[in-house]
């Protein structure tokens, strides 16, 4: 008997629509590998790798790292085998050039994108969502000053870890060139994925529980 294929989830969205916060929840609920290429980025940037030293002042800038770069940082990622239970793309595609080489690199495994999330929301709100959050510096738990605090104040809830941290990118005038990047670059692949047949939209400006749960209903009636 055939194995189904794993799925691939692409959730897409502005900087703060809460990508990464729903692909860890969609890893919890489903099993799914979050591959993030901000978070790929930032890794290369801290080991200071070719790749990493190209892209710490573009991703500083609030500007897109060349399709170049990212491809071969999410190539390398695709390729270990934790992939295999299928993934969820937080933050990949974000060019029409990344969106036809996922295409391209699924269809040499006979794979296909399962569904692409479009999380909506307003830009002013964004901001706001963006200045107030912070890290487990132990485990990369996701927190928010107002809308997601640890259980205990100053503990991550995942892991007891008690140091935090912020994001270099995370400054107002860099949140705004990011939000630029994404409707010049990003939001034209809603089109693109709803021509495809896999568009769902979600709106993303409600509570995190009520967008995990539309997102479960998704990716619960689509994920193998
Ligand atoms: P990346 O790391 O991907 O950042 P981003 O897309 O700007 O998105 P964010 O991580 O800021 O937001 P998010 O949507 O994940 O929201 P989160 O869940 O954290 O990219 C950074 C940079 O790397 C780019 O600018 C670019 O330079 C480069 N890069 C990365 N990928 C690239 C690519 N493919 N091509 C080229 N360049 C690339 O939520 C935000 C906050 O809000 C959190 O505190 C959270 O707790 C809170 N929150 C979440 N949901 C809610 C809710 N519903 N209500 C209230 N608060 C919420």
């Known amino acids: 008997m055939t194995q189904p294929a794993p ?3 692409i959730l ?6 809460g990508k990464g916060t729903q692909a860890r929840m969609l890893e919890e609920d489903f099993g799914l ?9 930032r890794a290369a940037v801290a080991r200071g790798t070719p790749a990493g030293l190209a892209a710490k002042a573009v991703m500083e800038a609030g500007a897109l790292v060349s399709d170049d770069i990212v491809l071969a940082i999410l190539k390398d990622r695709m390729a270990e085998p934790d992939v295999a239970r299928g ?3 937080d933050g990949f595609p974000r060019t029409r050039g990344q969106a036809e080489a996922l295409d391209a690199l699924l269809a040499a495994s006979g794979q296909r994108v399962t569904a692409a999330v479009s999380l909506e929301v307003d830009d002013a709100a964004m901001v706001d969502r963006i ?3 912070h890290t487990c510096a132990t485990c990369g738990e ?3 000053d107002s809308f997601k605090q640890p259980a205990v104040a100053g503990v991550c809830d995942k ?8 994001r270099a990118d995370d400054k107002a005038e860099t ?3 990011r939000l630029a990047a994404y409707h010049a670059e990003t939001a034209p692949l809603i089109a693109y994925y709803a021509a495809k047949g896999v568009l769902d939209r979600v709106d993303a400006m409600g509570p995190i529980p009520d967008i995990r749960a539309a997102l479960a209903r998704i990716v619960g009636g689509v994920a193998a």
Request: hydrophobic share 45%.
């Open 159 to 166: 892991c007891g870890g008690t140091a935090f941290k912020r």
């Open 7 to 9: 799925a691939v989830i």
């Open 142 to 144: 996701g927190y928010h």
């Open 33 to 41: 590998i979050q591959l993030s290429t901000g978070d790929l980025l």
């Open 175 to 177: 949140v705004a060139a």
């Open 87 to 89: 993934v969820t793309l």
């Open 131 to 133: 200045a107030g959050r």
């Open 12 to 17: 897409l969205g502005p900087p703060g629509a």
